[in-house]
């Protein structure tokens, strides 16, 4: 089973710079998160898509940070314009949960790694 | 709010020792809680979960961990590590009912031989 694939692996940029990551989830997850995993600490949700539509961006800096999911299935996360603290792993995650109780576990992709200088 | 407390930042271990982490976790009602593992330049791996039933949960890579209520705990357990758990462990909980996880700040362990 192929799993969740993410890009660019690695992206250095300066701040003030835009930057785009992109995330194909495994095929037929209905939700999908980005997390950001800012170094020394656990991972933390930026947002989270239901098929097309956001469930949850509470955390998301929308001033700056925005993220789509056409058509269900590929996701995007931009950031415009970064700044320093921006520097992180950004990790995006897929599950098959659709509705009811959450019994599946999410499965993660190995991570964009940015730094922003 | 939910948070999740991991006290030790890093644990060295001899190979073949015994081991465990822990974690302690904040939330009103019973949560779903969950330990992760990410090697270097991998993305997370569930160790394992627990919802409801019995407190003592197996997992993969002959981890188990414990949840209890009393301490809300959820502390991970191996009885015997080898070279390749050398890892960054995180625990995590969610609300019931809900997957949006919530990760403690992680807990990095070493493999001596």
């Known amino acids: 089973e192929a799993g969740v694939a993410q890009s660019p692996r690695y992206k250095i940029i300066e701040k003030r710079q835009s930057v785009a990551f992109w995330c194909n989830p495994i095929s037929g997850h209905a939700t999908l998160y980005w997390y950001q995993q800012i170094l020394g600490q656990g991972p933390k949700l930026l947002i989270q898509f239901q098929n097309n539509g956001v469930v949850d961006d509470s955390q998301l800096p929308k001033d700056r940070f925005s993220a789509e999911r056409l058509k269900g299935v590929d996701s995007t996360l931009k950031i415009q314009p970064a700044k320093l603290e921006d520097s992180a792993v950004y990790l995006c995650?897929?599950?098959?949960?659709?509705?009811?109780?959450?019994?599946?576990?999410?499965?993660f992709g190995s991570g964009t790694q940015l730094s922003v200088l | 709010a939910q948070s999740v407390t991991q006290p030790d930042i890093h644990i060295t271990v001899s190979e073949g020792a015994s081991l465990e982490l822990r974690c302690n976790y904040s939330?009103?009602?019973?949560?779903?809680l969950f330990w992760y593992v990410q090697s270097p330049g991998q993305g997370l791996q569930l160790l394992l979960k627990y919802f409801s039933g019995d407190t003592l949960v197996q997992g993969i890579k002959g981890f188990e961990a414990e949840f209890k209520r009393s301490q809300s705990s959820f502390n991970l357990r191996k009885p015997s590590v080898h070279w390749s758990d050398a890892a960054e462990y995180f625990c995590a909980v969610a609300p019931f009912g809900n997957e949006k996880l919530t990760f403690g700040t992680g807990t990095r362990l070493t493999i001596i031989p």
């Open positions: 939330y009103g009602a019973t949560p779903y």
């Open positions: 995650a897929s599950s098959v949960r659709d509705r009811g109780p959450f019994n599946e576990k999410l499965f």
